[in-house]
Nanobody, 123 residues
Framework: QVQLVESGGGSVQAGGSLRLSCAASGYAYSIGWFRQAPGKEREGIAFIYIGGGSTLYADSVKGRFTVSRDNAENRVYLQMNNLKPEDNGMYFC???????????????????WGQGTQVTVSS
């Protein structure tokens, strides 16, 4: 069982930055960051393999967001720069405990989810 707790959300103006944190209580093979805007589907935006540190990004955030991990602290971070109003939403981290034969962007491929943290970007 893995418990995930997100923090770091808040309200910023367009062009601003936020850093989200995902604290994991147990072992995770990989962590994904998702976001969900009202009335929209949950969208996978960033992914990191905990062991090797390889990362993947959705086109919508590539070049603006950076995912990293601190294995000693059991934390994964999402640094978000140059935020835009379209980045508004609830942000979730999710963990895979094993290799899963699904794309990293598919929410069904994750075993554990955090409760989410709200990000609001004003224009």
């Amino acid at each position: 069982q893995v418990q995930l707790v997100e923090s770091g959300g808040g309200s910023v103006q367009a062009g601003g930055s936020l850093r989200l944190s995902c604290a994991a209580s147990g072992y995770a093979y990989s962590i994904g960051w998702f976001r969900q805007a009202p009335g929209k589907e949950r969208e996978g935006i960033a992914f990191i393999y905990i062991g090797g540190g390889s990362t993947l990004y959705a086109d919508s955030v590539k070049g603006r967001f950076t995912v990293s991990r601190d294995n000693a602290e059991n934390r994964v971070y999402l640094q978000m720069n140059n935020l835009k109003p379209e980045d508004n939403g609830m942000y979730f981290c999710a963990a895979r405990s094993t290799i899963v034969p699904l794309r990293w962007t598919e929410a069904a491929g994750y075993h554990y989810w955090g409760q989410g943290t709200q990000v609001t970007v004003s224009s």
